[in-house]
């Protein structure tokens, strides 16, 4: 059929108007919908940034929380926080007060995602080198010496009193050393001899199924050394000297706190309120801590009226610097 013998002669204007209608409409669901999920993703991130932030605050100040009953006279200076589009870095800054000087302990760094969970993303940790002949290897970190305690309830094949070495270093030094106990003391048996170089207390949080697994480790002849406490692993609190701190009841808070609400750290938590309570038998209070070791520091000239402490089981040197 030729054009003359159509019926309905085509409109090629009309065609024109309907293809450049479906363009714009194409092109209008396209930028609506552009919108739409540019909106959408935008929702999402600022969400997930807010759940972030908020879990990076718990996360952070449950670590902080923790690690101020953990590690033998070690304590936060501040944390810093980085931020990028798909996460946030916290990192902590941690010394240790040796005769009131600072000693630069290491940093523990963190990473937040938006999506996902946190992770350690610096986990350095004490080392030390030797062959299998020798006697003792100290354990370092951050080139000074590591303490190690030993518990009052364990034995070990040798235990180890670096009060000697005090006769030998300059007393322009101020020194750290820890001291393990032949026995549990309360904290006022423990300030009534140490209190003017105190620093931290060592309290016992070891079940009786932890001196079990210890003393037969140590029995096992086919290991050479002791499992001895090293300060990363030891629990306890700062010495206070302020008449109204009581850094005891702080140190109970936490546990009991943390017990309830304690995420990675809540097993610990109940664990060691176990401990030290004989699993409920007694009350969780200052007065029933047992202390069995300290930190203590100061220049070589005082800590060497501790040679002669009949309580003393072992002694073992830990951070130095110089005084001035």
């Given at each position: 059929?030729?054009?003359?013998?159509e019926f309905f002669?085509?409109?090629?204007?009309?065609?024109?108007?309907?293809?450049?209608?479906?363009?714009?409409?194409?092109?209008?669901?396209?930028?609506?919908?552009?919108?739409?999920?540019?909106?959408?993703?935008?929702?999402?991130?600022?969400?997930?940034?807010?759940?972030?932030?908020?879990?990076?605050?718990?996360e952070t100040s449950?670590?902080?929380?923790?690690?101020?009953?953990?590690?033998?006279?070690?304590?936060?200076?501040?944390?810093?926080?980085?931020?990028?589009?798909?996460?946030?870095?916290?990192?902590?800054?941690?010394?240790?007060?040796?005769?009131?000087?600072?000693?630069?302990?290491?940093?523990?760094?963190?990473?937040?995602?938006?999506?996902?969970?946190?992770?350690?993303?610096?986990?350095?940790?004490?080392?030390?080198?030797?062959?299998?002949?020798?006697?003792?290897?100290?354990?370092?970190?951050?080139?000074?010496?590591?303490?190690?305690?030993?518990?009052?309830?364990?034995?070990?094949?040798?235990?180890?009193?670096?009060?000697?070495?005090?006769?030998?270093?300059?007393?322009?030094?101020?020194?750290?050393?820890?001291?393990?106990?032949?026995?549990?003391?309360?904290?006022?048996?423990?300030?009534?001899?140490?209190?003017?170089?105190?620093?931290?207390?060592?309290?016992?949080?070891?079940?009786?199924?932890?001196?079990?697994?210890?003393?037969?480790?140590?029995?096992?002849?086919?290991?050479?050394?002791?499992?001895?406490?090293?300060?990363?692993?030891?629990?306890?609190?700062?010495?206070?000297?302020?008449?109204?701190?009581?850094?005891?009841?702080?140190?109970?808070?936490?546990?009991?706190?943390?017990?309830?609400?304690?995420?990675?750290?809540?097993?610990?938590?109940?664990?060691?309120?176990?401990?030290?309570?004989?699993?409920?038998?007694?009350?969780?209070?200052?007065?029933?801590?047992?202390?069995?070791?300290?930190?203590?520091?100061?220049?070589?000239?005082?800590?060497?009226?501790?040679?002669?402490?009949?309580?003393?089981?072992?002694?073992?040197?830990?951070?130095?610097?110089?005084?001035?």
């Amino acid at each position: 059929m030729n054009k003359e013998n159509e019926f309905f002669p085509k409109d090629f204007e009309f065609e024109k108007l309907v293809k450049k209608a479906k363009k714009r409409s194409m092109i209008k669901v396209v930028l609506i919908s552009l919108v739409i999920s540019l909106i959408v993703l935008t929702g999402l991130y600022f969400i997930g940034d807010t759940v972030m932030k908020i879990k990076m605050e718990k996360e952070t100040s449950l670590d902080s929380t923790w690690n101020g009953i953990m590690g033998a006279n070690i304590e936060e200076q501040g944390t810093t926080y980085n931020y990028s589009l798909t996460s946030a870095t916290a990192k902590t800054k941690l010394v240790k007060k040796v005769g009131g000087v600072p000693i630069p302990w290491g940093e523990r760094e963190k990473v937040f995602p938006v999506l996902g969970t946190s992770r350690l993303i610096t986990i350095d940790g004490p080392s030390g080198s030797g062959s299998i002949e020798d006697e003792r290897i100290p354990l370092y970190y951050q080139g000074e010496r590591v303490v190690e305690f030993f518990h009052p309830q364990v034995n070990y094949k040798q235990i180890f009193d670096d009060r000697t070495v005090l006769n030998i270093i300059d007393d322009n030094t101020v020194v750290e050393m820890a001291f393990s106990f032949n026995d549990g003391y309360s904290i006022e048996e423990v300030n009534q001899v140490f209190k003017e170089q105190l620093a931290w207390y060592w309290v016992d949080t070891f079940s009786k199924d932890d001196i079990k697994d210890d003393n037969k480790f140590n029995e096992d002849e086919n290991f050479p050394r002791d499992s001895s406490v090293n300060g990363f692993q030891a629990y306890g609190f700062q010495y206070n000297q302020h008449p109204k701190a009581n850094p005891a009841s702080n140190f109970i808070s936490i546990l009991e706190m943390v017990k309830e609400d304690g995420g990675n750290y809540q097993s610990d938590a109940e664990k060691i309120i176990n401990s030290i309570t004989n699993q409920g038998k007694i009350k969780l209070e200052p007065q029933n801590l047992k202390i069995i070791g300290v930190v203590v520091t100061g220049k070589p000239s005082d800590l060497i009226k501790f040679s002669d402490e009949s309580m003393i089981r072992g002694a073992t040197l830990g951070a130095t610097t110089d005084l001035y």
